[in-house]
Every structure is written in C-alpha cells, then in structure tokens.
C-alpha cells in the first residue's frame, strides 16, 4: 500500500521547512533508512528518511521549495500501483493558499520580470522552482495544469508546457535593433570570484540583526574585573574533577552562572521590550550564542538561575553540542531572557554585542589580560561588554547590573555559597 512522506514538523514554533537536497526522483527505488531528503528550519537542519522499502511514484516538491510542515512531499509504493484516488484525497484535503500569486494579461508596453499569460481572474499555486523555469522559459502559465498537491504548478508541469510547445510569444523587436553593429574591442575578464546562495539561517540573522539594530536604542558599556578567583577555582576543579565525578566545568560555565544568578536582581535586565509592554520575567533563562559551520546559533537554557553550577555546566554543553551539529530542536532556540556570547577565546578584548529581540541586554565575555597594581603586581583582568536597550534601561540600572556581576565573579566562592 502507498505511503505518503509529508514534511515533519520540528517545533511547535515551526511553520514551514526548506528542501535543501532532494536525494530521489520518480521511479527510484528505496529501501527502509534510506535517505529521502535534508531540510532545514531557520535555525536548523534534519533529514528525512524511508520508513519502508518501495519505489518513488510521486514528488509533490523539489529542492529549494518552502514546504509547509504536514504537506506531502513524495509518495513511495510499489512499481505500477495505482495513487490516483490517493493523490486525488490529497488534492481534495490540502488548503487552498489565499495568498497565490494572480495570473495578470501580459501588456505589450511594458516587461515584466515573470511573463504570464491572461486568464482571468483565476489564481494558482506555484513552486519557487517552477515560477524561476517558467521565467527563463517564457512558459504560458495560462495553459498550465498543476499536478502537486491542491493542484500547485511544479517543475514537472512547466516541462510539460514546453514539450507542447505552449510558450508565450516573443516581443516585436524594431528594425533598427536588427541592424548589425560595428564590432568593439573585447571587455577583459572580471576578476575570479565566487558568488554562494545565503543560507535560509543566514537570511535570518541578517533579518533580525538589522532589524535589532533598526529598532532598538542600543548602548555598550564595558568593565572588567579580577579573574584570579575563577582562574584558581578553574584550575581546581580541572585537577579533582575525576576523582570528585565533576563535569569539565569552564571558565565561561561560570561566568553563565553568575550571569544567571545576578540578572534576576535586576528586572529591567532580565526582560523583554514588547512595544509598549516590558515583560519582566522570575527566572533567568539563558541564551548562549554559539558559533557553528551553518551561522550564529542561540540554544537556551532554561531556568539557569535554578541550577547549580555543574547543572548549568552540563546543560550548556549539550546545547551547544546540539547547536554545532545543526539539528537542535527549534524549540530549545526560544525563549531565552538574557544572552551571553563569548569571543574572548579569539583574543577579542572589547566588542559590541547586538541585542537579539525581545530581549532588553546580551553580555559579550572577552579575553584575558594582565594589569598592573598599585604595589606593582598583575593580576588577570577579564572585560565584559554589556550592551542594553535604552528603550528599557537607563544607564545606571544598566551599569548597576555589571558592578554586580564584576563582585560576583571576583567572589565566586561567596557566590556558590549563596
């Protein structure tokens, strides 16, 4: 019997996934674990695999489509059975989209981007493939029968326009155009370079970076603090961490914890800017920015002012690890309150950090550097860079918030007794 492969739905917030890569076509022959086809949200990517042996009998999408979650994408059963009442259900069950764009009658005056045809006030569905073939190909849309779910134009349908001969006429071209021209000396060719298609996540994070930075009044201060208390218990727990069953517990681990444990004494901090709501929230649940092949990644942790330090340690890793591996769940990369990102592993000592909407502040950790003392003596000073919407917080609540978590840091034994 039949199987119809639809788009999974990864995360309550996901509407709709990419087809990055289309590993079958019609007529292929699959076995169970077999992989069908990648995909991928604004924040991550999965494939889809057979969940039976069969055959490829139908394609309802092709790669670079936006297919939303619980359509069908193919269809996989045995050579020569009949899917026709089946394909017909799925026509019959799949919504109509209201927002198809409309087939207009071409004006002889004036070129458009995508020839169409007349056809009165009728509308259809298309995919992203079929209208950039149909383009190039001067296809008459007006003739086509759309064979994907709900009747959407797919790639296969333009071919077969073409194969009929239905394109639209070619515009008049004047005399004078026809006239040859004297021949010119040959253009040199342009420097070698390479253009690459922005990935659906980095279409995202250059939307939502321009519009935070758009949008909000942003501000960055910038301290510092002494870091031989976390350098010295670092180093401790290093040296014991086996012999006591301690996870690898890092330098940026506890600067997440006293981040966690320090936002929720100031609200303002620990909020999202909603218009004309700010939402203030009990617990601090943590955004950490993590840098991955795909593009910058922000997993939460959530409640992270309830854990302990080893907690919150081993939680961070296995979101990041997730993150770095590009199949987190989206789930787990929302609902963050207040973020730290960390680039003082690059040798980074002072950035500015942009804010990731709703939230009202982001902390930037940066490197380690040597200061001189009064007496003569260094210690190591690690810089924070704190940047905060103005919209939400003044300057003083703001600096009040980093004087705070600098002490907590230069007293980290006094935090992890609290």
Known sequence: MA????MPRQGQSVESCVITELNIKK???????DTLFSYETDKSSFEEKAATDGTILELFADEGDDVPCLDPVLIIGTPGEDISALIAELNRTQAVDVDTAEIEAPKPAAAAPAPVAASGDKFFRISPRAKNLAAKTDADLAKAQGTGPGGRIIERDINTLLDAGYTLPAEKTDDAAETPQPAVAPIPEAAEFEDIKLTNIRKVIAKSMHASLSDMAQLTLN?????????????????KSEQLGLPNITLNDMILFAAARTAPNHRSVNAHYLDDTIRYFRHCSLGVAVDTERGLIVPTVFNADTLSLAELSSQAKAIIKE???GSINPDLLRGATFTVTNLGSLGVESFTPVINPPQTCILG????TYRVKEDGSAYPAMGLSLTFDHRAIDGAPAARFLKELCENLENFSLLLAK
């Open 27 to 33: 007529g292929d022959t699959v076995a169970a674990g």
């Open 323 to 325: 993150a770095q591996s």
């Open 223 to 239: 301290s510092s603090f002494n870091a031989t208390q976390i350098t010295a218990y670092r180093a401790a727990v290093k040296e």
């Open 3 to 6: 199987t119809v492969v639809i």
């Open 365 to 368: 950790v940066n490197n380690i």
